[in-house]
């Protein structure tokens, strides 16, 4: 059983940054596909951004393209969102989730993706 659990949410003013965590349970964390979506009230839950297994390919949705850094660590089971020039449009619970084993290709689909964290709120006050 994969357990992954999100940290590093809160409260910040329109501008500023954060970081979220993921910590992965499990041995084989560093063959899957990891990637950040977010839902926020009333509205569907949506990609964010994903990483390959081994970090070298990258994606992003178009609204936080430039802003947002995705990586990961997997001597540490860890994946990261680092958001930056935040907006009161980012506000949203945002999870992270287990994608394909060894697959070069990042699904922005939910379905795409086994596992799922408890998720973690972010606010962006204007």
């Known amino acids: 059983q994969v357990q992954l659990v999100e940290t590093g949410g809160g409260l910040v003013q329109a501008g500023g940054s954060l970081r979220l965590s993921c910590a992965a349970s499990?041995?084989?964390?560093?063959?899957?596909?990891m990637g950040w979506f977010r839902q926020a009230p009333g509205k569907e839950r949506e990609f964010v951004a994903g990483?390959?297994?081994?970090?070298?390919?990258?994606s992003y949705a178009d609204s936080v393209q430039g802003r947002f850094l995705i990586s990961r660590d997997n001597a540490k089971n860890t994946v990261y969102l680092q958001m930056n020039s935040l907006k009161p449009e980012d506000t949203a619970v945002y999870y992270c989730?287990?994608?394909?084993?060894?697959?070069?290709?990042?699904?922005?689909?939910?379905?795409?993706?086994?596992?799922w964290g408890q998720g973690t709120q972010v606010t962006v006050s204007s």
């Open positions: 499990g041995r084989t964390f560093s063959s899957y596909a």
């Open positions: 990483i390959t297994w081994s970090g070298g390919r990258t």
């Open positions: 989730a287990r994608g394909p084993r060894y697959s070069t290709v990042l699904p922005t689909t939910g379905t795409s993706y086994d596992y």
